[in-house]
């Protein structure tokens, strides 16, 4: 009964994915861009290296707001 319902749900995806993906030109440029990012090790490294870098300067600014207690 479940492999029937999953099986349902996932033809539902596909015959929705594949004709958004075959058509829209946002859907597939971010189809590329992912397989882009995923298969280039040196823009993966650039963007782990961003990502990490924004998310310390989130924490140090939360840091900042809890010790001065205000947002002004």
Request: with cysteine.
């Amino acid at each position: 009964m479940i492999h029937r319902l999953a099986e349902s749900i996932e033809l539902s995806f596909w015959n929705i994915a594949i004709p958004l993906m075959t058509h829209s030109n946002v859907v597939r440029n971010g189809i590329r861009a992912v397989y882009k990012i995923q298969h280039d090790r040196a823009l993966r490294k650039d963007l782990l290296l961003s990502c990490a870098i924004s998310l310390l300067g989130f924490a140090a600014g939360l840091i900042a707001l809890s010790l001065t207690g205000s947002l002004v």
